[in-house]
C-alpha cells in the first residue's frame, strides 16, 4: 500500500509515497484496490521507473553512473556500468580488448573506471526517447586525464534532429588536448560551445557541467569559468537511426576517420545525465556532492541537500571566499548519498595536495574506512593559496607555514566530547623547511576564526608517533570546540637554540683503584636552550681534552660510574631534542 483515501466521490485523488527501501528500477506498476464496494482495478497499463534522485533535486536523471556501486569486473577488467537512476540504461562491453579498467582507490579515496583510449562501455538503445521534444538538458562528468589526448574524452551521445530540420549529434566532451572543452550538437548547424582551460589540469579531478536550456547552451568547470552560446533552435528529438550512447570512446570513429577518434584517456569515476535543464540550485548542490566526494575546487560556495536557493545562509558548508583554493572535505549527508570519510584535494598544482584528513584514521580507501560520521555534518577545507615558506611565528623562537588553512564546520554536536576525532596528515615531500626534527612541528588551531595565531584561543596538537619528515601525522584532532563554525590551522615549526649556559657538575675525586667514585653531580643546570634540554655523558683516559667517548644510557643531568682501576676524565654534554647535534661547550 503506497497511499489510501476514504471518500464517497467517484472524483478523487490519492497522494502515494514510495517506501524509501524500495529497489529502483523500471518494472512497477500502480492499482487501486476498494473496500466498499470491494473492487481491484487493472493496473495502470504501463510500466513505471522508480529511481533515485541525486542530490536531494527531486528529479530522475536518465543516466547514473558511479564507479562505487554497480560495476561488473569479468578477468580484472569492466565488463557492465549498471545505472543507478532506475532508468535502466546500463552500459556495457562485451569485446575483451575494448574493456576500460578499475581502480577502487585513485578517485579521493574512491574507485573510477580507467580508459586507455581505446576503451570504452555503451548502451545500445541511448538514453534518449523516440518521440519527444527535448528542450533541454543537463550533463555532470567527473574525470581527471593523465596524458594529453589527442582528441576530446567523456560522452559521446545520439543521433538527434532539432526543430529547423538540421540533423546533429548530441554529445559532451571533456578537454582536447589544447585544454579546451566541448559541448553540444555536432552536425548541421555544428552547434558547439568551447571553453578554454586555461590551466593545467592533467591528473587532477576535474567536474565539467554541461547545459542546454532552449536554444541556449553552456558549459562551466569546477563550477565556475562558464560560457554561453545562443543557436537557432529550441527543441530536439531522437531519430530513429541506431546509434549508442557510450562512455570513453565513440564506438564508430568519431569523424569517422579514426576507430577510435573521441577517447578518453584518464579516469571516470561519476557520471549523471538529465533529460531536462536544472536549476541553479540543484546545479549547485550536484556540483557539491560531486566536488566533496572527488576533491574538485569548486568556483563557487559549497551547499548541502538541503539548500533551495533561497536559504544560503544556513545551508553555505564552504564559503570559499579568501580560503578557495585546493578545497577538500570529509562529510555525510544521506540525502546527497555522500559519506565520504576520508579526503586530500585533487587539483594537481604544486603541494595542492598538502592536506589530508580523515574521521578516526586514513585508510587505503574511503570503503577501508570504518569510522562513523552523524548525518548532515560537514567539515570542509581550503587554504588562502600563500607560499609554503616560513614566516616568523605566534610566539618566540617559532616559525610557521606562511600557507594557512580553514576548516568550515556544520552539523558537528555541540558537546566537545560528541565532535568526531579527526586524522589530519602533512605531505611534505619536496618541502625545505627549517625543522629537521619531529619534535619541532606541531599543529596549530586559531579557534577565533580571525585566522590570527597571536590572539584569541590557540590549540596546539603534536605528531603521532608514525610521523616521518615528510609525512606529518596528527591524531584526535577535534574542529571547532568553540561552535563558532571556523577554524583556521597551519603548521608551527619550533626553532632550536642550544643552552647558551652549560652548567657545571662536580668537581675532581681522589680514589683508590678499583673503587666506585661518588656519584658525579649537577651543580648548576644548563640553560637559555630552545627545545627540551637533554644530557649526554663522555669519559676520557687520556686527558682533559682529547680521547673522549660517549658512555651508553647517560642521559640524566647526573652519572654513577662504575669502579675505576685508572685516572679518567668525565664531562657533560648538553643538547635539545629537536636538533641531533650537541654543544661542543661541555660542563
Known amino acids: 500500500v503506497i497511499g489510501t483515501r476514504t471518500t464517497v466521490s467517484l472524483n478523487t485523488t490519492i497522494n502515494i509515497t514510495i517506501p524509501s527501501n524500495i529497489t529502483f528500477g523500471s518494472g512497477y506498476r500502480m492499482r487501486i484496490v476498494g473496500s466498499n464496494p470491494a473492487y481491484t482495478s487493472p493496473d495502470n497499463g504501463f510500466n513505471i521507473a522508480i529511481g533515485d534522485c541525486p542530490a536531494n533535486t527531486g528529479i530522475l536523471p536518465a543516466l547514473w553512473l558511479r564507479a562505487d556501486v554497480g560495476v561488473t569486473q569479468t578477468g580484472g577488467s569492466v565488463s557492465a556500468w549498471a545505472d543507478q537512476s532506475g532508468s535502466d540504461n546500463h552500459h556495457r562491453q562485451d569485446t575483451i580488448a575494448r574493456r576500460p579498467g578499475f581502480s577502487s582507490v585513485d578517485a579521493n579515496f574512491n574507485p573510477s573506471l580507467t580508459f586507455d583510449g581505446n576503451q570504452w562501455v555503451s548502451d ?32 559521446y551521445g545520439q543521433y538527434v534532429t532539432f526543430d529547423n530540420g538540421d540533423n546533429g549529434r548530441f554529445m559532451a566532451h571533456g578537454e582536447f588536448s589544447d585544454g579546451t572543452q566541448y559541448f553540444g550538437i555536432i552536425g548541421g548547424n555544428n552547434s558547439w560551445v568551447t571553453l578554454a582551460a586555461g590551466a593545467d589540469r592533467m591528473n587532477a579531478y576535474v567536474l565539467n557541467t554541461y547545459q542546454l536550456n532552449g536554444s541556449i547552451h553552456k558549459l562551466w568547470f569546477n563550477g565556475g569559468d562558464s560560457l554561453q552560446a545562443n543557436f537557432n533552435y529550441n527543441y530536439f528529438t531522437k531519430r530513429t537511426t541506431t546509434h549508442p550512447w557510450a562512455v570513453g570512446a565513440a564506438p564508430e570513429g568519431g569523424a569517422g576517420t579514426n576507430p577510435y577518434g573521441f577517447r578518453q584517456k584518464g579516469a571516470i569515476p561519476e557520471i549523471i545525465v538529465f533529460r531536462e535543464a536544472l536549476s541553479q540550485s540543484n546545479q549547485f548542490k550536484i556540483e557539491t556532492y560531486l566536488g566533496i566526494k572527488y576533491g574538485s575546487q569548486l568556483l563557487h560556495n559549497y551547499f548541502s541537500s538541503a539548500y533551495n536557493g533561497a536559504n544560503a545562509a544556513s545551508t553555505t558548508v564552504y564559503n570559499i571566499a579568501n580560503y578557495g583554493n585546493n578545497v577538500a572535505g570529509i562529510a555525510r549527508d544521506d540525502s546527497y548519498r555522500l559519506y565520504q570519510k576520508q579526503s586530500r584535494s585533487q587539483n594537481s598544482v604544486q603541494y595542492a595536495r598538502m592536506v589530508t584528513m580523515g574521521v578516526g584514521s586514513i585508510e587505503t580507501s574511503n570503503a577501508l574506512n570504518t569510522n562513523t560520521l552523524p548525518n548532515n555534518l560537514y567539515l570542509v577545507w581550503g587554504d588562502d593559496a600563500a607560499s609554503v615558506t616560513e614566516v616568523p611565528g605566534p610566539v618566540a623562537n617559532t616559525n610557521r607555514l606562511n600557507r594557512v588553512w580553514k576548516l568550515q564546520a556544520s552539523g558537528q554536536p555541540a558537546a566537545e566530547a560528541a565532535k568526531p576525532r579527526v586524522q589530519v596528515n602533512f605531505d611534505l615531500t619536496g618541502l625545505s623547511l627549517s625543522g629537521s626534527n619531529l619534535s619541532q612541528y606541531k599543529l596549530i588551531i586559531d579557534r577565533d576564526g580571525d585566522g590570527n595565531f ?101 642521559n640524566t643531568a647526573t652519572y654513577a660510574p662504575g669502579a675505576l682501576s685508572q685516572t679518567t676524565w668525565f664531562r657533560r654534554l648538553e643538547g635539545v631534542d629537536c636538533c641531533t647535534a650537541w654543544t661542543h661547550v661541555p660542563a
Open 124 to 155: 545500445t538503445n541511448g538514453i534518449l526517447s523516440t518521440g519527444i521534444n527535448y528542450t533541454g538538458a543537463q550533463v555532470f562528468l567527473a574525470h581527471n586525464s593523465t596524458t594529453a589526448p589527442n582528441f576530446a574524452r567523456g560522452l
Open 454 to 554: 597571536s590572539t584569541g584561543t590557540i590549540s596546539e596538537y603534536t605528531l603521532d608517533a608514525a610521523s616521518t619528515l615528510t609525512n606529518l601525522i596528527f591524531k584526535n584532532v577535534v574542529w571547532d570546540t568553540d561552535n563558532s563554525g571556523t577554524d583556521h590551522f597551519t603548521l608551527q615549526i619550533l626553532q632550536c637554540t642550544f643552552a647558551s649556559n652549560a652548567g657545571t657538575i662536580a668537581g675532581v675525586q681522589t680514589i683508590c683503584p678499583n673503587t666506585v667514585p661518588a656519584a658525579l653531580t649537577s651543580s648548576v643546570a644548563a640553560s637559555g636552550q630552545v627545545g627540551v634540554l637533554q644530557y649526554r655523558w663522555q669519559q676520557s683516559t687520556t686527558s682533559a681534552t682529547a680521547g673522549f667517548t660517549d658512555i651508553a644510557n647517560s
